[in-house]
């Protein structure tokens, strides 16, 4: 379909798509706010509670592998439609559990429902968009997306403090049940281009499957990117996510509701990094690495407040680096860009898929890991020591220093 992206369909179709990824970006990060909930309701210490937390990531990292060939064959309407249903079923299941078990499959079924969403957006952009629009698209919708993150700090905390947390994830499921049922009808009847306009697919069979596998992961740079892209967004979410909540509630002493506004600031950063270094990258710079590397080494020392050196309370300071992390994390959007830029075009689907999913093994792992330092730490009261949380953060901001030197010896182009 060839047309303005001002027109109504077009406009139509990038709404549910946004709508849908904004959905995906709550369910990924909510469990910081309700954190104190699930562990009165369920039972659940550090250890599990980010198990619970990285559940999400376990489902939506492995279900990238057959994404990306999924979406070529089948379509992003089903795809996307059938799997919103599969979320939605997971959020009812998780807000309705009672155990830890029954919580976690829930989880994992949020996890593999939203694990199209992202992929599956890029993929309709290039089939039903003007291919000259697709970066506009992919910063954009980023930014749309980190209002569910938004969403996930104080509105979240506000809506469990009033109708409880598992009143909000079924309003969450039902809407998740409905922007499925609008994808399908939406992508419903329209003609796929040429495979020749296609920027992700063109003369795909030029490039055997077999063939493909060898040139990306024979790369070292798709090594050296995927490398930033575990530890940039592991790193992350796994703060934004679950332990920046409970280390300003039970260290800080802030309220949840006060948690919820600091915490907002990360949301913020992220919604203004991505399009920011975007067009720093394209219209200033004219370099995918170069600002990259400038941001995520910028992303690196935001974190390093956080490691215990300083003592820092005040809601503003804490505030102001939130900011910071989420700002610079967002520059690091550009390595799908960087990524795409490398290899040949007919595989620059499977390329960024693939480092799609080092993003969300980096929540996958991370979150529970993070746990597992925190309950090594005997529990002082109702809650871990401060240095329990400052040795997790100090190695966030280690792994994270340690993958930026190793990306910044990655080559520019092909």
Same mark, same amino acid.
């Given at each position: ?99 830890? /078990? ?28 003007? /291919? ?48 499925? %049922?609008?994808? @399908? ?27 493909? @596998?060898?040139?990306? %992961? ?26 920046? #909540? ?7 002493? %802030? ?68 900011? @910071? ?23 620059? #689907? ?6 799609? %999913? ?57």
């Amino acid at each position: 379909m060839k047309g303005p992206i001002q027109s109504f369909r077009l406009f139509l179709i990038f709404s549910v798509l946004s709508a849908l990824f904004l959905l995906s970006q709550f369910y990924r990060v909510s469990n910081a706010v309700i954190a104190p909930n699930l562990v009165r309701d369920l039972g659940l210490n550090a250890e599990t509670l980010g198990i619970l937390g990285g559940a999400f990531f376990y489902s939506f990292a492995l279900l990238q592998i057959p994404m990306g060939p999924m979406l070529d064959r089948i379509g992003p309407r089903l795809i996307m439609a059938f799997s919103s249903w599969i979320g939605a079923f997971g959020a009812f299941l998780f807000a309705s559990g009672t155990s830890f /078990q029954t919580a976690l499959l829930g989880r994992i079924l949020i996890g593999a429902g939203m694990s199209s969403m992202l992929m599956g957006a890029f993929k309709t952009f290039t089939l039903r968009f003007p /291919q000259e629009q697709f970066a506009t698209l992919v910063g954009i919708i980023s930014s749309v997306g980190t209002i569910g993150n938004i969403l996930a700090a104080s509105p979240l905390a506000y809506l469990t403090s009033t109708i409880g947390w598992r009143n909000t994830f079924l309003i969450a499921g039902g809407m998740t049940v409905l922007l499925g %049922f609008l994808i @399908f009808w939406i992508l419903k009847g329209e003609k796929i281009e040429e495979e020749e306009t296609l920027p992700f697919s063109e003369k795909e069979s030029e490039i055997g499957i077999f063939q493909s @596998f060898r040139i990306i %992961f024979g790369s070292l740079a798709f090594w050296q990117i995927g490398a930033v892209a575990f530890f940039r967004y592991g790193i992350f979410v796994s703060l934004q996510g679950l332990w920046l #909540g409970p280390y300003l509630i039970y260290i800080k002493g %802030f309220s949840p509701v006060e948690a919820g506004h600091t915490l907002i600031m990360l949301a913020i950063g992220m919604t203004l990094g991505g399009p920011i270094g975007g067009h720093l990258s394209d219209r200033i710079f004219r370099s995918r690495k170069g600002v990259t590397l400038i941001g995520l080494g910028l992303y690196s020392i935001s974190i390093f407040p956080l490691v215990g050196i300083f003592n820092i309370n005040h809601p503003i300071w804490l505030g102001l680096i939130f900011f @910071f992390i989420g700002f610079f994390c967002g520059f690091g959007m550009l390595i799908y860009s960087h990524a795409k830029d490398l290899f040949p075009t007919s595989i620059s #689907g499977m390329v960024m898929t693939y480092v799609n %999913f080092f993003t969300m093994a980096g929540g996958a792992i991370f979150m529970p890991f993070l746990g597992k330092v925190i309950e090594s730490f005997p529990r002082t009261g109702s809650s871990y020591p401060e240095e329990a949380y400052h040795l997790a953060f100090l190695i966030c901001f280690i792994g994270m220093t340690v993958s930026v030197i190793f990306y910044a010896f990655s080559k520019k182009e092909k």
